[in-house]
């Protein structure tokens, strides 16, 4: 089936350690988006890749780090300056050029105490 | 930078009620999108429009382009349980690069 998968769906960790959210899709599609969401709000775009090998930063890029070294995969990285990290994750793709449909994966909800 | 006002911002309904909602902007945009995202999942594409003035359908969901493109409706008829979650508009931004979305409506529907 193709789609867009995230692991794990939830994942906790100490405050301090840096986590990394795997995406990967099998759609071929040539971007790809990370998204936060917080409880009862709408979705905050953290960083996007159109291309392999290029990302750029959405509106809250602070604290988190991403890499696209192949088409199919876009990991995130929390690090320890991400000052509030719990939140639901959200990865997205889409075609890219002459399609701007974002298909979105099942988010891995993130909690750090 | 461009903003989707999404109204209303909650709305509380019974089974079998009809739904509208809606999506405005001060900008024009050329593709209106609506996703549903259900409790603790991620948003799943609804329905997708191209053209002012457009109206399609996906079941008891039917959503219209606006013809002045700057606004998008959704329609839900004979609401059921399962329709409950956040409905997001969106649309891509001037570069199509990226989406605007808007802050959602939360639906709950009472049996």
């Known amino acids: 089936d193709g789609g867009i998968t995230q692991s794990p769906k939830y994942l906790f960790r100490k405050e301090g350690q840096n986590v990394t959210l795997s995406c990967e899709q099998n759609?071929?599609?040539?971007?790809m988006y990370w998204y936060r969401q917080d409880p009862g709000q709408g979705l905050r775009l953290i960083y996007y890749s159109q291309i392999v090998n290029d990302f750029q930063k959405g509106d809250i890029a602070e604290g988190y780090s991403v890499s696209r070294e192949k088409k199919e995969s876009f990991p995130l990285t929390v690090t320890s300056a991400q000052k509030n990290p719990t939140a639901f994750y959200l990865c997205?793709?889409?075609?890219?050029?002459?399609?701007?449909?974002?298909?979105f994966g099942p988010g891995t909800r993130l909690t750090v105490t | 930078g461009q903003q989707l006002n999404q109204s209303p911002q909650s709305m509380f309904i019974q089974e079998g009620e009809d739904v509208s909602m809606n999506c405005t902007s001060s900008?024009?945009?050329?593709?209106w999108l609506w996703y549903k995202q259900d409790p603790g999942e991620g948003p799943v594409l609804l329905i997708a429009l191209y053209k002012a003035g457009e109206l399609t359908s996906n079941g008891r969901l039917t959503a219209q382009f606006g013809i002045t493109r700057k606004d998008s409706f959704l329609n839900i008829s004979a609401s059921i349980p399962s329709d409950v979650g956040i409905y997001f508009c969106?649309?891509?931004?001037?570069?199509?690069?990226?989406?605007?979305f808007g802050e959602g409506t939360q639906l709950t529907v009472n049996p």
């Open positions: 900008s024009i945009f050329n593709t």
């Open positions: 759609l071929n599609h040539d971007a």
């Open positions: 969106a649309s891509p931004e001037t570069s199509g690069s990226r989406l605007t």
């Open positions: 997205a793709s889409s075609p890219g050029t002459g399609g701007f449909e974002q298909y």
